[in-house]
Nanobody
């Protein structure tokens, strides 16, 4: 059983910053969740869920084009936490942000709301 709990969302003005955290626990068929690929996704109002950034257990990182240069994903294996540092936030970044683990079985957190206003 895997549990993913996001925190750090909130309301911010355009150009501001937020740092999201995902506390991960559990394992997937004996593999600790933090040993699997971790990712941040988001769902904007009226849109489908989309991937924002991914990070492997070895630290390989990929970003969606729309966040490159503004967002940074990182993982703290000692604290079983994955972070998403979001800088220079734009109105279109308003969404519910989800943490996801991508092992043999995928799990989602409950999401945290990020609202960017002008």
């Amino acid at each position: 059983q895997v549990h993913l709990v996001e925190s750090g969302g909130g309301s911010v003005q355009a150009g501001g910053s937020l740092r999201l955290s995902c506390a991960a626990s559990g394992d997937v068929y004996g593999v600790p969740v933090m040993d699997t690929m971790m990712a941040w996704w988001r769902r904007a109002p009226g849109k489908q869920r989309e991937v924002v950034a991914t990070i492997t257990r070895n630290g390989s990182i990929e970003y969606a084009d729309f966040v490159k240069g503004r967002f940074t994903i990182s993982r703290d294996s000692a604290k079983n936490t994955v972070h998403l540092q979001m800088n220079d936030l734009k109105l279109e970044d308003t969404a519910v942000y989800y943490c996801r683990s991508l092992g043999a079985r995928s799990y989602w957190g409950q999401g945290t709301q990020v609202t960017v206003s002008s």
